[in-house]
């Protein structure tokens, strides 16, 4: 079990949550209700994400990561500090959603965890799957 994968996703999970967070304040015009709720619903996963590595590492007996210092430091995703027009947040959450999803993928392949880290990552990457191709449709 690769503890420092785990951590790199939690770290990832919460850059990208507070980024979509941001989303969800910020968007406006004529898709604002969609989006709002939309971007409302992904940091909720993408939060709901965090936690469950967050509760597998402490399971493993080692400590996760918890600061933003660190999360800013381990994640694979970078923070978006830009207001933008809502297409570009689409297609920065379907990016972020991508990215966290693909790196996922790289450690199921690579063998990285055990059953029980495996299946709970499963269910969130159908999640994000499904959320990142929203964002897409709604851009096209």
């Not at 996963?45 to 590595?53: P, Q, S, Y």
């Not at 965890?113 to 959320?131: I, P, S």
């Amino acid at each position: 079990m690769d503890i420092e994968k785990l951590d790199k996703i939690l770290c990832s999970a919460k850059c990208s949550y507070g980024n979509v967070k941001a989303r969800h304040w910020t968007v406006s015009g004529d898709k604002f209700i969609t989006l709002h709720k939309a971007f409302d619903k992904i940091a909720e996963v993408l939060n709901e994400l965090a936690d469950k590595c967050a509760e597998r590492i402490i399971q493993y007996d080692e400590i996760p990561s918890h600061t933003f210092e660190q999360f800013m430091e381990e994640s694979i995703i970078s923070q978006d500090p830009v207001i933008k027009d809502w297409e570009s947040m689409c297609r920065d959450t379907s990016k972020e959603l991508k990215d966290l999803y693909n790196y996922i993928d790289k450690c199921f392949n690579l063998g990285e965890f055990d059953e029980t880290t495996n299946n709970m990552l499963a269910t969130y990457t159908d999640k994000m799957e499904f959320y990142r191709m929203e964002m897409d449709r709604l851009i096209k």
